[in-house]
């Protein structure tokens, strides 16, 4: 089925240890995001690309990098894992700027715990 | 700096009211409002606003924007226990990025 595909759902990580989240979409989408949501913050931006090899830092980009080499693919990486990072992320892709049309699309989410 | 501000944060309503729910926003580069509703999962799409004055509506939601005042409302008439969850606000900015507000939680009682 076409749409956002976020792996894994659930992550459990010690401080200190660093990993990937994956997204995938298989709809030809150019624009691509990745955001946390935290308790009463509504989605905080952490990283955004409006293409293959284009990326740029969104509203808390710290301890987080992300890379843009094929159009499908848009990972997150953690870099080195803190308490404070302990959210849920959704990665998010649309076919136009600033979602016109049919908006953005949202993966299922991640939900990341670091103990 | 980027800005999107809902209110009120939650709501208590019982079923048949109406309710309002707003969104104000300072952001540059403007390119369109959404919004959506989220039910403990990933959000999903109910509207998006581009031009001042023109309602959206879908069955018993609808949406207007003011670009002039920078704000938006989302009605819901009749509310039903469905229509619990959080409404989010988002904001379309040029470069593709969406900047969301706190949301807002509805809960109709029944």
């Known amino acids: 089925n076409a749409g956002v595909t976020q792996t894994p759902k659930f992550q459990v990580l010690k401080t200190g240890q660093s990993m990937t989240l994956q997204c995938a979409q298989d709809?030809?989408?150019?624009?691509m995001s990745w955001y946390r949501q935290d308790p009463g913050m509504g989605l905080r931006l952490i990283h955004y690309?409006?293409?293959?090899?284009?990326?740029d830092q969104g509203e808390v980009p710290n301890g987080y990098n992300v890379s843009r080499s094929t159009t499908e693919d848009f990972p997150l990486r953690l870099l080195s894992a803190a308490p404070s990072q302990t959210s849920v992320y959704f990665c998010?892709?649309?076919?136009?700027?600033?979602?016109?049309?049919?908006?953005?699309?949202f993966g299922s989410g991640t939900r990341l715990t670091v103990v | 700096e980027d800005k999107v501000v809902q209110s009120p944060l939650s709501l208590v309503v019982h079923e048949g009211d109406t309710v309002t729910l707003n969104c104000s926003y300072e952001v540059t580069n403007f390119r369109s409002l959404l919004w959506y509703k989220q039910e403990k999962k990933a959000p999903t799409f109910l509207f998006m606003l581009?031009?001042?004055?023109i309602e959206k509506k879908s069955g018993r939601l609808s949406s207007i924007l003011d670009k002039k005042e920078l704000f938006s409302i989302l009605n819901i008439t009749a509310t039903q226990t469905g229509d619990s969850a959080v409404y989010l606000c988002?904001?379309?900015?040029?470069?593709?990025?969406?900047?969301f507000g706190q949301g807002t939680e509805l809960s109709v009682k029944p």
């Open positions: 690309s409006v293409g293959a090899g284009i990326t």
């Open positions: 581009t031009s001042s004055g």
């Open positions: 988002a904001v379309g900015a040029h470069g593709g990025k969406l900047i």
């Open positions: 998010a892709s649309s076919y136009s700027i600033a979602g016109q049309g049919s908006g953005y699309t």
């Open positions: 709809m030809n989408h150019e624009y």
